[in-house]
């Protein structure tokens, strides 16, 4: 089992940034991918960014590439999502989530793992 508990969302401005965190417990954490998602309001969850066990391979969505960053530490146990150049249409509930399987994915459904979701809210 692993929890995870999301942290750093708020209400900003279009054009501020944020800084999400998410903490792990309970396994060990660099044995998991660990991904980002978010749900507006009415709409389904979808992929924001993923990184890989070491770091190695990262993906992201196309509508925050060049925005958003995820990283991660492993001697501490979180991942990151640095947010850049907010917009309107980030607002959301951001999930952090982690994966335990070797090959990278990107849908919620193949995440193992949830945390409870930061609110992200952006405005114009």
């Known amino acids: 089992q692993v929890q995870l508990v999301e942290s750093g969302g708020g209400l900003v401005q279009a054009g501020d940034s944020l800084r999400l965190s998410c903490a792990a417990s309970?396994?060990?954490?660099?044995?998991?991918?660990m991904g980002w998602f978010r749900q507006a309001p009415g709409k389904e969850r979808q992929f924001v960014a993923l990184?890989?066990?070491?770091?190695?391979?990262?993906f992201s969505a196309d509508s925050v590439r060049g925005r958003f960053t995820i990283s991660r530490d492993n001697a501490k146990n979180t991942v990151y999502l640095q947010m850049n150049s907010l917009k309107p249409e980030d607002t959301a509930v951001y999930f952090c989530?982690?994966?335990?399987?070797?090959?990278?994915?990107?849908?919620?459904?193949?995440?193992?793992?949830w945390g409870k979701g930061t609110l992200v809210t952006v405005s114009s």
């Open positions: 990184i890989g066990r070491a770091a190695g391979s990262i």
């Open positions: 989530a982690a994966d335990i399987d070797r090959v990278l994915r990107t849908t919620p459904e193949a995440m193992d793992y």
């Open positions: 309970g396994r060990t954490f660099s044995n998991y991918a």
